[in-house]
């Protein structure tokens, strides 16, 4: 279908441009930004007029609950909801049921999502077997299959000489190993240790859980020459280890998750049940650190950590809660918070879930690695038309994720957020359009 988006405001943070112009898509490409051919023909025109015309937005963290989780999230329910928050590639980790590894798996989930042409899935696999930690699976099978990298997902390995082989393998090949920096014994707290903790007589997690683990792994990225992403840094202390290694010349980036960009320890309040997260909010210079690093570049990308969970798995004490909060709906509004309480330009703050992931995710993308999180003719039309000034309400009626569950609420915050999304184009396809909007 040929689609013109016209009356927009397109901001590419990849290239800078940042003008009021038309879009002009056929076959699933961008054909035309700006001075569209009079005799484009377009099947379906999009008034974005007040709104922003922007890259489709990639987040590099959403767990879509299958196979094995099919009662907290569906494949379609999630994606569905990525469209609707903009989102038009994600990447998934392998914590699912069955685990991640093995090729069969990956290939039937990535056919699904295809089959829905909602938004393009890139999984992870698991970088041991049952992420048990002990055996390496086969990196170059499920790179075959479609895996983008490798991961533990929540679970550490603790022998440090599996760590070290792993990376060793991925050096040789070229393959990027996903990791969330957490020691596995200091790790097994509910709450990030400090005043809040001790108070509400919660275990705690201590920063040295995340700094022994960051020390550790640059270590082994000294000795193998490995890349490695850090995924979800939580405190002061890790960003200023991220910030020293970086400038050392290692091949390591991270991001940071929309919790740990926004909330606190405090934020816990009566034991809340929405806030068990992973990793656990920590205190105030904490965040102030996350957010800094991710504005000044040391901290590469934002992700939504998108963790939907069941009711009923909320409905207990805190302790006993399970971890996670929906977020692939809120991930572009709470960029655009951070970006304007930081003082940044909307192409500063789009580059965070758009250009700097796919530079994250870099030759593992293939073909679509000078296209993808980019408004280029000629490039891949992955598309997110929204209107920055309208806000909105985070309510369960309006989440389409199965997932009902974030710290944004506005039944526990009164907080509008910035930022709705107007249409979600996948490929040249519309895979949301606002019910406003189509109406």
């Known amino acids: 279908m040929k689609i013109l988006i016209k009356n927009g405001r397109v901001v590419d943070p990849a290239s800078g441009r940042d003008e009021r112009a038309d879009v002009a898509i056929a076959a699933g490409r961008i054909l035309q930004i700006g ?11 999009i008034d974005a007029q007040g709104c922003v015309v922007a890259p489709g937005v990639v987040d590099l963290a959403a767990r879509l609950r299958e196979p094995g989780h099919e009662h907290e999230g569906m494949l379609e329910s999630e994606l569905n909801a990525a469209a609707a928050g903009g989102v038009t590639s994600l990447v998934c980790p392998p914590d699912t049921d069955p685990t991640l590894d093995e090729p069969g798996l990956v290939e039937m989930l990535k056919f699904r999502a295809r089959k829905l042409s909602l938004c393009r899935l890139f999984p992870l696999g698991a970088l041991t077997r049952g992420l048990a930690g002990t055996t390496l699976t086969e990196m170059v099978e499920l790179t075959e299959a479609g895996c983008v990298g490798f991961s533990q997902a929540e679970v550490a390995i603790a022998d440090t000489l599996v760590l070290q082989r792993a990376l060793m393998y991925a050096s040789t090949h070229g393959y990027t190993v996903w990791l969330r920096p957490q020691d596995p014994w200091l790790g097994k707290g509910v709450a990030a240790s400090g005043g809040v903790a001790t108070r509400m007589g919660l275990s705690g997690v201590p920063v040295i859980a995340e700094t022994i683990a960051l020390h ?10 490995a890349r490695v992403h850090l995924c979800r840094l939580s405190s002061a202390a890790g960003v200023a280890l991220l910030r020293a290694a970086k400038a050392e010349g290692l091949p390591v980036t991270a991001d940071v998750s929309i919790n740990s960009l926004h909330l606190t320890d405090i934020d816990i309040g009566y034991f809340n049940p929405a806030m068990r997260l992973n990793p656990p909010l920590r205190q105030g210079r904490d965040r102030d650190a996350l ?9 590469d990308a934002l992700v939504s950590d998108h963790t939907p969970v069941e009711g009923d798995a909320k409905q207990v004490p805190f302790a006993e809660a399970e971890p996670g ?11 655009l918070k951070w970006g304007a309480d930081a003082g940044l330009t909307m192409p500063q703050t789009l580059a965070r879930v758009t250009c700097e992931p796919v530079r994250v995710l870099g030759d593992a993308l293939g073909s679509l690695v000078h296209t993808a999180g980019r408004l280029v003719e000629g490039g891949v039309a992955d598309v997110c038309v929204f209107d920055p000034e309208a806000t909105w309400a985070v309510t369960p009626d309006v989440l389409r994720s199965q997932g009902k569950h974030t710290p944004f609420a506005f039944a526990d915050t009164g907080m509008a957020l910035p930022g709705r999304v107007q249409a979600t184009l996948v490929a040249g396809t519309v895979a949301y359009e606002s019910p406003r909007r189509a109406g």
Do not use: K
């Open 35 to 45: 001075g569209v051919n009079p005799d484009f023909q377009a099947a379906r025109v």
């Open 291 to 299: 957010r800094a690093g991710l504005a000044d570049g040391t901290i």
């Open 216 to 225: 550790t792994l640059f270590e082994l990225m000294r000795v193998t020459g």
């Open 325 to 335: 909060a929906t977020g692939l709906e809120l991930l572009l509004s709470l960029a």
